[in-house]
């Protein structure tokens, strides 16, 4: 059995509680919509597990939204579907349903992440897309060095990819074939996950842009002001600027960013 938050929320986090400004930080960024949509290719009918407030839904796909939180179905804007109120580890469809089907930024929030998987892989015809980050990438993040806690909860939250036998959890789950693609994220990234900001760190300082990174609720008050303070002397002192002002002008960053196409 699924538990659930009074919101509707699965897994380890309350969105009934962080989701509040997630629509205004989390905006989908064109150039990782591209990546999205070619692996989606000439699908017709799509679901989005783990919906949100909708971000890289597109009028090119007829869209079927499954999202359990209350809070997140709110957000969605009126002229997106209604999303179904349903968890991804018991998906109200018949089988071979979809053309494709996709889930973004969503899969390590679930209470099972194979379960959730594999009723992806039976309720959809075509291809299954899976954009998530890669658990043994996501420390390399300057982040790191000023918010380890937040980073080593996304690392152990996000589920292993399996590159390479014996198959990760993700791989296994979905079965057939599957390719496993890095996604290169813009300097001016819209969708604000903690990569989003590698050569603007000035934005982390803002609690609303933290908080629509759900990491970010695992660790207390003191934890994050000891973060906030740190930051804030290492970009007065110039000392960021030293080991990683480079960033600031990188077109794009090669982090933890990945997407998963797996066909049966």
């Known amino acids: 059995m699924v538990m659930r938050t009074r919101d509707g929320s699965v ?4 969105y009934g509680t962080i989701g509040a400004g997630y629509a205004a930080w989390r905006r989908p960024d064109e150039r ?16 989005n597990v783990g919906a949100g407030t909708g971000s890289y839904e597109t009028a090119a796909h007829t869209i079927t939204a499954v ?12 002229e997106l579907a209604t999303a179904v109120e349903a968890v991804a580890e018991d998906l109200p469809f018949p089988d071979g349903r979809f053309d494709a089907s996709m889930t973004l930024f969503s899969v390590h929030q679930w209470s099972d992440a194979t379960a959730g998987l594999r009723e992806m ?3 959809t015809r ?36 399996g ?37 603007r760190p000035e934005l982390l300082l803002n609690p609303a842009a933290r908080q629509a990174c759900s990491a970010w609720s695992f660790i207390d008050d003191h934890a994050r002001q000891a973060f906030d303070t740190s930051l804030r002397r ?22 933890s960013l990945v997407l998963l196409r797996a066909t049966s």
């Open 67 to 78: 999202e359990p939180s209350l809070a997140m179905r709110a957000q969605r804007p009126a």
């Open 234 to 255: 290492a970009l007065g002192s110039g000392t960021w600027d030293e080991a990683f002002g480079h960033l600031r002008n990188r077109p794009t960053y090669n982090g």
């Open 126 to 161: 075509g291809p299954v897309v899976v954009l998530t980050c890669d658990p043994a990438r996501v420390r390399d993040f300057w982040l790191y060095e000023y918010a380890p806690d937040v980073l080593d909860t996304e690392a152990r939250r996000y589920p292993p990819l």
């Open 32 to 47: 990782i919509a591209h990546v999205i949509a070619r692996a989606l290719g000439d699908a017709r009918t799509v679901l």
């Open 163 to 199: 590159r390479y036998p014996p198959l990760g959890q993700l791989t296994a789950a979905l079965g057939g074939t599957t390719t496993i693609q890095p996604v290169p994220i813009p300097l001016d990234c819209t969708d604000g996950f903690n990569e989003a900001y590698y050569g």
């Open 121 to 123: 892989r039976r309720v």
């Open 11 to 14: 897994g380890d986090v309350d």
